[in-house]
């Protein structure tokens, strides 16, 4: 792991030694000064670029003072042209010829106008659209309507075409759950459920629905990406948010964050904190096939959880060309479940047993992130390379005991104990080689270094494991973009090189396992624009889905005497070629978005359930399946119906053949539906209601069918003291079918239902302090990396 991390930040070495090695010039003695403003208001402007340029090429520059005022020393002699650039003004620019005897130039004020295009911009930008198609993905913006009411991402979410989350916080895009969420275009150790409960909403930006990814990213996810892209303030000097909320039933949330920017640097931090109690309900019945032995339980779960997060950091603004950047992150996740049953088994010729029980579960989740970032400025592109780390440890424990009406006692409990570190280094170059075409080139690696120890105890004996597992991807790319009059053209490649291997040690003895693969992920994305309004649009990647540490591991993990979960070291990855159709038309009052798409899958890595008569229970284990083929079409849309009523969502159909005869279930439906509707209301007094609704058809997987589902939720929203406070009302879940599923597992059929709090109300308030009028001009950081 060391070797690597040493290896990465030689990366960084010669590239600060290049992009701080300017070259020679003749006698460096001349200077440049001046101020700054604004002719309207006769106001100074901080923060300002000021670059001098040779043949299109940055010689040298400086940025303005908090006065407006600027200095740059050490010029050449030689002709320059001077560029005066300020966020929100027109570009100003200037020819200066630096002769002997003219070495040092004072310009006085110097006054930048106003853009009036970047004006109407800022205009359209309050009001922008809460879902955009763009080349390749889909653009969720994280509206005050959107946001609304909600205490975290994932509900959110909720309202979003495409996206499904089921009533355990667990996601998927367009019918499939392999679907990789990043946070910033980074991972998470955290689960995809736990991750998006625990990201406030007011802290993103937008979500960007990446279905057919560039080969600038990673092709983990059959179904695509979720990047969740996190808000950067990019306004001068001190300002920030609090916020808090309190729901029914013990459900309490808060956080701040602030940022402060001067001269050449900029400070930011951030704190979260969330902690809530829910009771849900469950339960199962399950007939055996052979025997036709009827299992019945229902359950009860008092579910304690709660997340913290800290983050702080800095960027350093070296000079006009080139920022460093860099920050660190701890993070928290904590749960704990009490669950109390009954169960009845019911067997030809033998009276009902009744058992009563009670189930216990803890998990945590600690670790530490730090990221390392720089970036060059060079002539129409960047260079930039960034270090990102993480480190962190955990546990989860499970414990259960039934008792019989004669007093017989059957336990069960499983400890599990973990430690992860997971190192990113990234290296992107992107340049425009000509008004309408560019490349970009970049490297990735990805380090994973975990183990793991667990005991089970069946109530007869300790069994303990341990597993050492180490995942390493390499991976370069490159792509090609172009415009062919109306068409944006994108081309990619990536090569990437994966190996991941493990040891597993059990008392019998160590076995090894290997799994090293090279494979090429080709992508194409075409957008025409037809007209003004209308685009047209055609894209291509090869997905992976790489099996994960949990679904390799042999072990087996009980959640209660009945259901074991069992890991396969002989998975191997599985590969999709995915192709999507889009079209999407924006007139003045609404947008409408649509797209027909097509996977094709081998080798599939699905998880499937079995009853095995040695243990006596149902056994849940993944295996590489035969060909999957998807087929969809999506529809989503906005529309203004006046000023004040607003409409959104959307239609997602989809079909999923499984081309297997052993584990699929008999008399599947043919076609999955699923349905959002969101509703806004502006009333007078800064008053908004929004309503939001959604609609699960049938809907099936491998083994199973879920019943239909819907829910509606409502938020009153209101904005206070002069439109820098919130505050708002939600009822969430106020009309709620609750979720519910047949198993059709090898050897058994089973029904199952699911059914959490609700009604659950909410009241949040926020409270954004300081300036927050957008003066300065701040250079692109934090920005996209190779993923």
């Given amino acids: 792991m060391k070797t690597y991390f040493y290896l990465s930040l030689l990366l960084l070495f010669p590239l600060t030694l290049w992009a701080n090695n300017e070259p020679e010039h003749a006698a460096v003695k001349g200077s440049l000064k001046g101020k700054l403003i604004d002719p309207t208001t006769s106001e100074p402007i901080p923060y300002a670029t000021i670059s001098l340029q040779q043949e299109e090429k940055n010689i040298t520059g400086g940025i303005s003072d908090e006065s407006g005022n600027f200095v740059i020393k050490n010029i050449s002699k030689g002709k320059y042209e001077v560029l005066f650039q300020f966020m929100g003004y027109e570009t100003h620019q200037l020819t200066l010829d630096f002769v002997k005897g003219s070495m040092n130039i004072n310009l006085g004020e110097v006054g930048l106008s106003p853009s009036k295009k970047l004006l109407e911009e800022v205009t359209v930008e309050g009001q922008r659209v809460k879902i955009e198609q763009q080349l390749g993905k889909k653009v969720v913006n994280i509206t005050a309507e959107l946001a609304a009411g909600h205490t975290n991402i994932s509900d959110v979410l909720q309202q979003v075409p495409d996206i499904n989350i089921d009533g355990e916080g667990n996601i998927s895009l367009r019918g499939d759950s392999n679907v990789r969420v990043l946070i910033d275009n980074k991972p998470t150790q955290l689960s995809p459920a736990e991750a998006l409960k625990s990201l406030p909403p007011n802290l993103v930006e937008r979500v960007d629905v990446i279905t057919n990814p560039s080969a600038k ?265 172009t415009q062919i009059k109306n068409m944006e053209v994108q081309a990619g490649l990536r090569a990437e090189h994966a190996l991941q291997q493990g040891t597993i040690q ?120 035969g060909s999957v083929e998807t087929y969809g079409v999506s529809v989503s849309g906005d529309v203004n119906i006046t000023k004040w009523w607003n409409l959104s969502g959307g239609i997602d159909l989809t079909h999923i053949d499984f081309n297997d005869t052993t584990y699929t279930i008999p008399n599947r439906p043919d076609l999955n539906l699923s349905a959002k509707l969101n509703a806004t209301f502006m009333l007078p007094w800064n008053l908004k209601i929004i309503a939001n609704g959604n609609y699960d058809g049938n809907n099936y997987g491998l083994q199973n069918v879920s019943n239909p589902f819907y829910a509606m939720s409502m938020t009153v929203s209101k904005d206070i003291l002069e439109k820098k406070g919130n505050i708002s009302f939600r009822a969430q879940n106020l009309i709620y079918s609750g979720w519910s599923n047949n198993v059709y597992g090898l050897g058994f059929h089973e029904e199952n239902y699911w059914n959490s709090e609700n009604p659950v109300f909410y009241l949040n308030f926020s409270y954004r302090f300081g300036n927050m009028k957008a003066r300065g001009r701040k250079r692109s950081i934090h920005t996209q990396k190779s993923l």
């Fill in 217 to 481: 990213y990673d092709p983990e996810g059959i179904s695509g990406i979720i990047n969740i892209i996190t808000k950067k303030n990019r306004i001068q000097g001190f300002n920030g948010m609090v916020r808090g909320g309190v729901g029914t039933g013990d459900k309490y949330n808060g956080g701040m964050n602030f940022n402060y920017r001067v001269g050449k640097f900029n400070v930011f931090a951030e704190a979260n904190f969330s902690k809530e109690r829910w009771n849900h309900e469950r339960g199962f019945e399950r007939t055996f096939e052979e025997s036709g032995a009827f299992l019945k339980q229902d359950q009860e779960i008092f579910r304690n959880q709660g997340f913290q997060q800290y983050k702080g950091g800095l960027d350093y603004f070296i000079d006009s060309v080139n920022t460093l950047s860099g920050y660190y992150q701890y993070f928290k996740w904590e749960s704990t479940s009490n669950q109390p049953f009954t169960q009845s088994l019911e067997q030809a010729g033998l009276p009902t047993i009744f058992r009563n029980g009670k189930g216990f579960s803890e998990n945590m989740n600690e670790g530490n992130q730090f990221d390392l970032n720089y970036r060059r400025e060079i002539k129409d592109g960047y260079l930039e390379t960034d270090l990102w780390y993480m480190d962190g440890h955990g546990f989860f424990n499970s414990a259960n005991t039934q008792k019989d009406e004669t007093g017989g006692v059957v336990s069960q409990n499983n400890n599990n104990l973990f430690t992860f570190n997971i190192f990113v280094p990234t290296l992107d170059f992107s340049k425009n080689i000509s008004e309408k075409a560019k490349i970009e080139l970049g490297y990735k690696g990805e380090y994973t270094d975990a183990f793991s120890n667990s005991t089970n105890n069946n109530g007869e004996e300790n069994v303990d494991f341990g597993y050492d597992y180490y995942d390493m991807i390499s991976a370069v790319y490159t792509t090609f973009s």
């Fill in 506 to 625: 059990l008392s019998e003895g160590d076995t090894p396992f290997t799994n090293e693969y090279f494979s090429l992920f080709p992508t194409l994305s075409l957008q025409q624009k037809l007209g003004e309004k209308a685009n047209l649009g055609f894209s291509y990647s090869r997905r992976v889905r790489r099996p994960n540490i949990d679904e390799i591991a042999p072990f087996e993990v009980y959640e209660n005497p009945q259901n074991i979960q069992r890991g396969n070291p002989d998975l191997k990855p599985s590969f999709t070629n995915s192709m999507e159709l889009s079209y999407g038309y924006r007139p003045e009052k609404f947008t409408i978005s649509t797209s027909a798409y097509v996977r094709l899958g081998n080798d599939i890595i699905r998880s499937y359930s079995f009853f095995e008569e040695e243990s006596q229970a149902n056994v849940t284990t993944s295996q590489n399946l």
